[in-house]
């Protein structure tokens, strides 16, 4: 008889023993058990440690095994605790990201969230968009795996420069084009520079992929290039992620000048620039050119997505790389999901070629401009003790600098009973924040009579508080 086969013998033996005793009876001992049934000192340690797992008896070193109590569990439910054991201390942390795409309670307005509300979305042009799509052929049919190649040009052709269909990848949405980017890019235990404050998505995808994100300090004009510079050679990081255009959360748009400067930076440190560019469809104004148009020699991973601007439910976005980065980025995207499902690419498709986009991002330009302006109003008149960092040329927030002597915290929680919900600026920070902020969504309340009411809800939260 082989060890295994003993062991299994021994705990079913055991395991027979312990149904005719009652809990706290001691059973006999490792020695009696060996000579009781001719096995070795491993045989009866590993059936008593198989028969433990299973809660069936309790070992007390020196002084022996005994029945375990008995364990009333709710009929058909599993004891589960065994897998904190095996899981280990490989935690990944949604909770930031969740909390921002949990939708609020009826009474409570929304002053936060990454999102168009509802009336916002161009619903029913993407409902006939789909429509068109479904009488494609082949529109059920294995989807090219780097994406359909219609919608890789349109992706191209939107991040410009000398950018063409085939440096361009479609994925699910831009946080998986960032998680794509992440793991691709640089190894596990490595740094990665991002700006500080910074999308907190981007902050947790860098940790899942088992990177140690390095904060780079920004001004109203975006991130400091002589900073980066130094964050460059403190760290060895090979990667630095940045929103260049209305940034998230401060609105920030790096200048023209400024674009430049990283990009010399990041080629004489050996390193990529992955740039998050889905907020250029929210600009109100003119703005620069993206990072990857002005460069020559693949330094940029560009990204760019169709979910904050159409639908959260539209997961398409477009990757932009070249040289073996690209190459990696395309096996990263087949061997975790193969491709994106056809009908949605088909349906994007046919929504960015018809006149909806135009007319859409018209509109959106217009009311966002509306909502902004309404909401920086409504906070200097009621708040005056906060201050707005700056206000942006677009975008979708205001980032809000809350008195010094006041305590995040306590104002976020008591804006929440007040029946408002914001953003607490400890969450974009990777180290430590530099004092008490906010970040207020004008695009999440349905009208603008909610969103006035949603900054007095804050006043008198942060009055009380």
């Known amino acids: ?161 000398d950018v063409t269909s085939s440096d361009a990848l479609v994925v699910s949405g831009g946080q998986s084009a960032l998680t794509h980017a992440f793991r691709a890019l640089t190894a596990p235990g490595t740094p990665i520079l991002v700006e500080t404050p910074t999308y907190p998505g981007a902050l947790a995808a860098a940790r899942a992929a088992g990177l140690r994100p390095t904060a780079v300090p920004m001004d109203r004009d975006g991130v400091r290039p002589e900073l980066l510079a130094e964050a460059f050679a403190v760290t060895g990081a090979r990667v630095f992620f940045c929103q260049p255009t209305l940034h998230n959360p401060t609105g920030a748009t790096l200048t023209l000048e400024r674009r430049g400067q990283v990009l010399a930076i990041a080629r004489a440190a050996g390193a990529f620039v992955v740039e998050d560019d889905y907020a250029r469809y929210f600009a109100t104004e003119p703005v620069p050119p993206s990072m990857i148009s002005l460069d020559a020699h693949g330094t940029v991973v560009h990204v760019n997505s169709l979910t904050k601007v159409l639908s959260p439910s539209m997961r398409v976005a477009g990757v932009v790389a070249r040289g073996p980065a690209a190459r990696r980025l395309r096996a990263s995207q087949v061997v975790e999901s193969f491709f994106v499902a056809r009908p949605l690419q088909e349906t994007a498709l046919e929504f960015v070629g018809s006149p909806a986009w135009p007319r859409h991002l018209a509109a959106l330009g217009a009311e966002l401009a509306t909502r902004r302006n309404a909401l920086a109003a409504a906070l200097t008149a009621r708040m005056p003790a906060a201050g707005i960092h700056l206000l942006p040329r677009g975008g979708l927030h205001l980032w809000v600098r809350l008195p010094p002597d006041r305590d995040e915290e306590t104002v976020v929680e008591a804006a929440r009973r007040a029946g408002v919900m914001v953003s607490r600026g400890r969450i974009y920070y990777p180290a430590e924040p530099p004092g008490p902020r906010i970040r207020l969504t004008h695009s999440a309340a349905l009208r603008l009579p909610e969103l006035a009411e949603g900054v007095r809800r804050l006043a008198t939260a942060l009055d009380a508080a």
């Open 1 to 161: 008889m082989n060890d295994d086969s003993s062991i299994v013998r021994l705990a079913a033996m055991i395991r027979e023993e312990t149904a005719r005793l009652r809990p706290g009876d001691r059973l006999p001992s490792s020695r009696e058990l060996m000579r009781l049934h001719g096995v070795s000192p491993v045989t009866v340690s590993r059936a008593l440690a198989r028969l433990a797992a299973e809660g069936r008896v309790i070992t007390r070193p020196g002084s022996g095994t005994y029945v375990a109590p008995a364990v009333t569990r709710v009929s058909g439910t599993a004891d589960l605790s065994w897998q904190t054991v095996a899981l280990g201390d490989r935690v990944v942390d949604d909770a930031e990201v969740s909390g921002l795409l949990t939708p609020p309670p009826d009474d409570v307005i929304p002053l936060t969230g990454g999102y168009l509300n509802p009336a916002l979305r161009p619903a029913k042009a993407l409902s006939a968009a789909a429509t068109r799509a479904l009488r494609r052929p082949d529109v059920w049919a294995l989807p090219p795996l780097s994406g359909i190649p219609e919608l890789r040009g349109w992706f191209a052709q939107e991040a410009g420069g």
